[in-house]
């Protein structure tokens, strides 16, 4: 509803513009005061759009509010005539054109998994062959004379056309993002879907899906000690009691970690790698005592190097993950005996 509002405003706006023109001074400034109106209906429309993270840049929404009614002023600038004659058309293909460039927005801001994002533009892809193979074959075009095409030619050939432009948008965004992802990892931005105080700051606590040396992998507590480019160096929290390992790991009692754990654990002194997109929820901070044992006293050390190197950061797993999904099985199902565990459902595919 509210990109049909918006559309149709804008089309009200824009319309006069078009017909008048800058004509001469006074007609300049009644048109310069149509588009400052135009772009103030547009900005609502992006900021809706776009997420949190990007919704306090006013600069970059109020950019992309331009970006957003020089697209619709460059498709309705041929539809002058027709929209005379059939104003429903020239507002269905403004308002077809609006949700195709909000789409496209979308899509870049929200759209983290680059295999689940080229797996989406294929479908649309194979939409767009397919409708287009139906209008050529009833006698339709796609590219219908704005001045002698019916109204429902004209909605048919915008419809498709945005299609094919949402389409080709996923595929460049999840071809670009799929070659960062195998170079480098998994990316801090945009965020995993889902997760929120992005990205985990240092001292946080936070559920993330930790990938053993066998390809298994379980859901683990972990407290972040520092960013990179491609994941996160982190400690891993467990349950199990290591008061026989106690050089290798340090207790964590229930009576200072309250609201974070909900159990005694014990920290992992040696330093975990973990892909941003193995983040799954923050549970807290760390107490500033804990902290300052880590900082000054603990024992922290990296992962031996005769332990070859991190689990789950080969082509193979940065593939995989690109799908939303593991080389290994969950931990949680892997039994005793041959055969196949319970499914586990990750994180909501965007």
């Known amino acids: 509803m509210a990109v049909g509002l ?63 009614c020089c697209v619709v002023a460059a498709v309705m600038a041929p539809l002058d005539a027709e929209v005379d004659k059939q104003p429903m058309a020239g507002m269905t293909v403004i308002y077809a054109t609006t949700a195709a460039v909000l789409g496209l927005m979308r899509i870049v801001d929200h759209g983290y998994f680059p295999l689940v994002l080229l797996r989406t533009a294929l479908w649309k892809a194979l939409l767009a062959a397919v409708t287009g193979y139906w209008i050529h074959h009833t006698g339709g075009t796609l590219v219908p004379d704005p001045d002698h095409a019916t109204a429902g030619t004209l909605l048919l050939a915008a419809l498709w056309w ?83 390992r106690q050089r290798g790991y340090l207790k964590l009692r229930l009576s200072e970690w309250q609201g974070v754990l909900k159990k005694d654990g014990w920290l992992n002194l040696e330093i975990a790698h973990i892909p941003y997109c193995d983040f799954l929820w923050r549970h807290g901070e760390c107490p500033d005592r804990v902290w300052d044992v880590l900082c000054t006293k603990a024992d922290v050390r990296e992962r031996p190097p005769k332990a070859g190197p991190a689990p789950g950061f080969t082509s193979r797993h940065r593939l995989r993950s690109a799908m939303n999904s593991h080389v290994g099985r969950d931990a949680r199902t892997v039994r005793p005996a041959a055969g196949p565990g319970r499914r586990v459902w990750r994180r909501e595919k965007v």
């Open 6 to 68: 918006g559309s149709w405003a804008m089309w009200v706006l824009m319309f006069p513009v078009l017909r008048v023109g800058f004509t001469d001074t006074r007609n300049t400034w009644i048109c310069v005061a149509l588009l400052v109106l135009c772009v103030l209906v547009a900005r609502p429309l992006v900021r809706m759009a776009a997420p949190a993270r990007l919704k306090r840049s006013r600069l970059l929404v109020a950019a992309r509010a331009v970006g957003l």
């Open 162 to 244: 945005s299609l094919v432009g949402l389409s080709t948008g996923c595929a460049m965004t999840a071809a670009a993002r799929l070659t960062r992802w195998m170079r480098t990892g998994p990316p801090a931005r945009p965020a995993p879907p889902g997760v929120t105080s992005w990205p985990p700051a240092v001292g946080d606590v936070w559920t993330a899906e930790l990938t053993h040396d066998d390809n298994t992998y379980k859901e683990r507590p972990v407290l972040v000690l520092e960013h990179t480019p491609g994941f996160v160096r982190v400690l891993g929290i467990t349950s199990v009691d290591k008061s026989g």
